[in-house]
C-alpha cells in the first residue's frame, strides 16, 4: 500500500475543490502520516430509490394481469407499485404534469400523456424503466387517450374534438382522423368541446363510443366511417362507462346526474338519476348537486351490478369531506374520505371488457394518500396497506438517518410497534402484487427516523432498498392539550404545532433518545418492553438567560475571569432542584411573564406501553418576558448518564440518572482567559449591510439550522426589549444580569404609549410562525442563492474571528450573538497538559469555536446516582470559519472512536437482569506517552475542515471546502472499513474528504438547493448511504458508495413478471351459431398505412426515447415486440405451410403421372405371352 501524497490534486475535481486541496500545517513529520485505504474510486454518486406517497398525483392506471399500479404526477413523475416492496420512480424530463395513463396490458409497457401533449411508451420490463417512443402533437391539445385491449392502435381525443390514431409499435400517427365536424350532426352549429371519452363497444371492437363535453355522445362506425347513433343531453359530460354486453352504457354528468343510455335508443336515456338529490314530492326535477367526476358500471354472475361513483355530493352538504358513492342493488353506500379524491379504479377479475367483470376491489387515490376497498365483505372494509406512505401523515420536521445499526433493533422495535396497529382491515391479501424483489447482496440494517410537527417520531426499517414502519412515538402525551381556542396558554411560541419535533439524538446500542421541540422543550426516553404507569412525570425547568452581560468588553489579557458555577450546583437556585409539578411563575398581565414554560406537564397518570418511556422532562421557562430560545443542538450519552443542549443563549447539561441540572453557562463564559483567540469589542451596528433592511447574519449556520425564522426572532428581541423597559430600570437590572455574572446591562426606553401598542402589535405576529413558515423558507432560499449575499459574507470572513460584545439589544446584536451548534461526547484528553483520558465534551458553536469541557463522573453503581458530577470549562481547541457542524475522533491509527455507550438494559427489568446485561465503564487507561499525540480530532464547519492532534492541540491538516457556498450538512462516516467526511454544499455539491489527511475523493454537483426542506432533512450514514426529503411526502435515498452502485441492478425489484394472459370468453354454441357474441375488428385495413395513408407530418413529431439500444432491446425482446414477433413467427408458419402444399401439390402430380404411365403399360403388355415379350 503507497503512502497518500497530500499535495496531489486529483483528476475531475471541480475548480471549487481543486481550488481549496488540503494542505498539511507545518511540523507534520513524514513518519506520522497514516497510511490511508480510502480512495477516489471507491466513490460515485446514484440515486437509489424513491419512498413515500407520490407528491400531488394526477393520474392512475392498473395491469389487472400483471397486478400493477402506476400513478402519475403534475411534476411529470411516475410512480409504479406492486406486492409490499416493489416500487420504482420515473421522471418525465419534461416535467409536465401526467394527464392519463394506459397500461399495455400483460405486455410489460405502459403509455403516458402529458399536459405539453406528448405521449411516451415506457418499457417496463427493466429494472430501470426507460422510455421507448415519444409523440409530441404540435396543433392539438391531448384530452383523453384510450387503448382496446390487445390492440396496437391508441385512439387519443384532442381539445379540438378530433380523434387520432397511432400505431403503439411504431408510435406513428394513422392517416386515420375522425373529425368532429363528422361525428356531430350537420345541424349543430356550435362546436361540441374537447373529448372526454373514447371507448369501444365491448361486443363490437367496430363500434367507438364518443363523449363531448357539451352532452353529445356519439357512436361511429370504424368501418364506414360514419356515426350510427348520437345521444344528446343538456348537461356536461365527465364520464362514461359501458356494460359489458354492451347495449347499454352510463353518464355522469355536471348537474350530478346519471343517465342510462339504450344504444338502440338514442332518443332519450333509458333512466336518469341523481344518487345524491333530494327528490321532491310533487315529481318535480331534483335539485342540482355537484359534478359526478367518474362513474364505473361493473356486472357480476351472481348478483346485481356495481355502480362506484366520485363526487354528486348535494350543494348543501358544505364542508363535508369527499365521498366515495358504492351503489349495489338497492343499497348505497357512500364512504367518506381524509382527502379529496384525485382518481379511482375498479379492479375486477378479467381483463376483458366483454364479460361478466366481477369486481372485487377499488382503489382510490387521494390528494395525499391511497386507499384500496374490498368490495367482497360487507361494510366495505378498507385493505391495510404494505406500502411506506404516511411519512407525510404529519409534515416531517427532522430525519436521521442509521446504517448498520444493531442487528437486534429492528426486530426489538418492531415487536413493540406491532401492537400499535389499527383493526378492522379486511383479511384478504393486498390485491396489488405484481412483481417480485431484488436479489442484493447487502443485508445490514438500516433505520430511518423522522421527527414530525405533530410531535410523533417514526422509526423505519429500511432495509435491503425497502422501507417499512416500525413503530410509533408521540411525545405529546407527556404535555396537556387545550381543548379550545380560549384555552390555548398564553406562554405558546408558536400558535400551531406547538409539539413539533425539532432535532433528535439517538444512540442505537443504549437506544436512549433524546428528542428537542419547539417549545424549548426536551424529553428523555428509555426502551423498554414492559409497560408502565407513571403517576408522576419528572420535569426540570431551566432558565437561560440571555448574554446581556457582553456589554463590558473586557480586555483580552484582563483580570476579568469568567467564573464558573460550582461543580454539581446551579446557576441559580430554581435550577438545583427538579420540580414535579407545574411552575408556579409569573405570568400576570401586569409584569412580564417569568420563569413559565411554554407548555404544561400532564399532572395526571401517564400510562406508558412498551417501547419509548419517559425518563425525564425538561423544560426551558420565560425569563423576564422573553420566551425561551429555540434549541440549536443537542447530544446525549448513555455512558455518562447526561444531556446536554445549547441554543443562541448558551448552553446546560443535565444528569438525567440523578434528575439535576449539573451547567447552565452562556456561551461566552466557556472561553479561558488563555484562550488563544480572544474576543474582541465589536459592535454590530457597524457591520456590513447589504441593505438598511436586510441585517447581516454573521453565520450561515444560524439562519439554516433553525427551525425558526429570522422575522420571528426580530419580533421576540423587540417584545424583550419593550417588556423590560416597560417594567422599570430596578427590576430590568435584575433581569438582564447574566447567570454567572453580576454586571447589569442598561436597557433601553420609549414612550410607554407607543410602547404598549407595539407591544401588543407584537404579541399577536410573534404567534404566526407556522404561516409564515413557508415565505421566510423562500426568503431563505433567495438569500442563499443571491451573489450580494455570498459578497457580503466573503467581505465578513475577515471579521468571523470576532464576537460581538455590544450593549445594543437590537435584533442584529441578538443574530450575531454566538449559538451552540453541535456536541460530541468522548474519551479524550481535555487539555494540553493532560496524558490521560478522561471524559470530554466538544461544543461547537456558529462562529467557528470547538471549546472542550472536562467531566469528572463518579464511579459506577450507587455511587454514581448519589455523588455529582462535577464540570469544568478548558477553553478553546480549535478555530474555524463558518459555523461547526460535526465533529469526532480518530485514534492514532486514523480509525473512528464512537462515543462510549452503555448497552442496553431495561428499565423495568429486576435488579439481577440489569446488572447481567450492564456492563461498568471501564477506567480510562493512560494511553498517551509523554510528547506524543495518540489521537485526531476532526472538525468540520461550513467552510473548513480541520484535523487536530491530541493532547498537543497541533492542527495537522486542513482543507478550505468551498469559498463561494457554505456546507449545509456534514457527517464523519464509516465506508469500506474506513472513515471519511461527507459534505453537501448550499450550491448543491457532494463531497468526501479522507480522513486524516483531508484529500478530496469525490465532488459532483448533485442537487442546487431550491427548498428549505432539503438543507432540513439531508443527512449522510455509514456505508455510503444517504438521504433528504424531496417533497412533503417523499423521502429520495441516494448512495455514493462505487459498490453500492455496482449492485444497483441486482437489488432493485423487477416489475415485470411472465404471466399467462387469461382465456377469453367462451361465446357458447348458440352465441357462435346466430351471430351473437363480441365481434371482432381487423383494425391494420382500416388504420394501416395502406388503407388510410400517412398522416401530416406537421400535426406531430416522433422523438426516439432516451433509452438508447438497450431500451430498443428490451422492447424487442417484450413489450410490442411479442405481437410483432408473434405476427413474424405466423407469416413464417403460413409461408411455410404454403411450401408444404406446394410440394405435396408437385408430388401428387408426379404420383398422378406415374400411375398414368403404369396403367398404359399395363393395357400395352396385357394380352401378350411371356415369350411376345
Known sequence: MKKFNIRKVLDGLTAVSSSSSATAQPGTRENDVIQETLQSEHFQLCKTVRHGFPHQPSSMAFDPVQKILAVGTQSGALRLFGRAGVECYCQHESGAAVIQLQFLINEGALVSALADDSIHLWNLRQKLPAILHSLKFNRERITYCHLPFQSKWLYIGTERGNIHIVNVES????????????????????????????????????????????GIVVLWDLKSKKADYRYNYDEAIHSVAWHHEGKQFVCSHSDGTLTTWNVRAPAKP?????????????????????????????????GDPFMVLSGGLSYDTVGRRACLTVMHGKSTAVLEMDYPIVDFLTLCETPYPNDFQEPYAVVVLLEKDLVVIDLGQIGYPIFENPYPLTIHESPVTCCEYFADCPAELIPALYSVGSRQKRQGYSKKEWPISG???????????????????????KFWDASALMLQVLYKLKTAKVFERARGKEEKPSTDIVEEDPFAIQTLSWCPESRMLCVAGVSAHVIIYRFSKQEVTTEVVQLLEVRMQCELSDVDSPDPGGDQTPTLPTPGASSSPQENEAPTHPSTGS????????????????????KQSPGYQVELVIQLVWVSGEPPQQITSLAVNSSYGLVVFGNSSGLAVVDYLQKTLLLNMGTTELYSPSDPYPRQPRSPRKARQPSADIPTVTSCMSSLSNLYTESVKKLRFSHFTLCDSNDGSNASEDRCKSPTSGTPSPCNSDDEPKQQNFIERVKSKSRRFSKTVA???????????????????????????????????????????????????????????????????????????????????????????????????????????????????????GALLPPPYEPWYDPNASDEEKEKSRRRRPASPPSSQEGQDSQYAVVCSEKQAKVVALPSQADIYKHNI????????????????????????????????????LRPLLDVNYLPLTDMRIARTFCFSNLGQALYLTSPTEIQRITYSQETCDNLQEMLSELFTPVETPEAPNRGFFKGLFGGGAQSL???????????????????????????????????????GELARARIALDERGQKLGELEERTAAMMASADSFSKHAHDMMLKYKDKKWYQL
Open 435 to 457: 412483481g417480485n424483489w431484488g436479489q442484493g447482496t447487502q443485508s445490514y440494517p438500516e433505520i430511518i427516523i423522522t421527527g414530525h410537527a405533530d410531535g410523533s417520531i
Open 775 to 893: 415565505n421566510d423558507f423562500a426568503r431563505m432560499s433567495w438569500k442563499i442563492s443571491s451573489p450580494t449575499e455570498q459578497k457580503t459574507d466573503m467581505d465578513a470572513k475577515d471579521n468571523s474571528f470576532s464576537r460581538s460584545r455590544s450593549s445594543s439589544v437590537t435584533s442584529i446584536d441578538r443574530e450575531s450573538r454566538e449559538a451552540i451548534s453541535s456536541f460530541h461526547f468522548c474519551e479524550s484528553f481535555p487539555r494540553k497538559t493532560e496524558n490521560l483520558l478522561s471524559p470530554s465534551l466538544l461544543v461547537g458553536t456558529t462562529q467557528g469555536s470547538v471549546l472542550v469541557v472536562a467531566l469528572s463522573l463518579p464511579p459506577s453503581g450507587d455511587q454514581r446516582l448519589q455523588q455529582p458530577v462535577s464540570i469544568s470549562s478548558c477553553g478553546t481547541l480549535v478555530r474555524l470559519k463558518g459555523g461547526v457542524l460535526t465533529m469526532a475522533l480518530l485514534d492514532a491509527t
Open 171 to 214: 408510435f406513428t400517427l394513422s392517416g386515420y382522423v375522425i373529425m368532429w365536424n363528422k361525428a356531430i350532426e350537420l345541424s349543430t352549429k356550435t362546436h361540441p368541446g374537447p373529448v372526454v371519452h373514447i371507448s369501444d363497444n365491448p361486443m363490437d371492437e367496430g363500434k367507438l363510443l364518443i363523449g363531448f363535453e357539451c
Open 1082 to 1120: 381487423d383494425r391494420e385495413d382500416l388504420f394501416g398505412e395502406m388503407a388510410a395513408g400517412k398522416a401530416s407530418r406537421s400535426l406531430a413529431q416522433h422523438i426516439p426515447g432516451p433509452g438508447g439500444m438497450e431500451g430498443m432491446k428490451g422492447a424487442a425482446s417484450g413489450v410490442v
Open 270 to 302: 333509458a333512466q336518469t338519476i341523481t344518487p345524491h338529490g333530494k327528490q321532491p314530492k310533487d315529481g318535480k326535477k331534483p335539485e342540482p348537486c355537484k359534478p359526478i367526476l367518474k362513474v364505473e358500471y361493473k356486472t357480476t354472475r351472481a
Open 587 to 606: 405570568n400576570s398581565t401586569d409584569g412580564p411573564r417569568d420563569n413559565i414554560p411554554c407548555l404544561q406537564v400532564r399532572s395526571s397518570p401517564l
Open 962 to 997: 468551498t469559498e463561494s457556498s457554505f456546507v449545509l450538512r456534514a457527517d464523519v462516516v464509516q465506508m469500506a472499513g474506513a472513515s471519511c467526511i461527507a459534505c453537501f454544499c448550499a450550491n448543491g455539491h457532494i463531497m468526501t474528504l479522507s480522513l486524516p489527511s
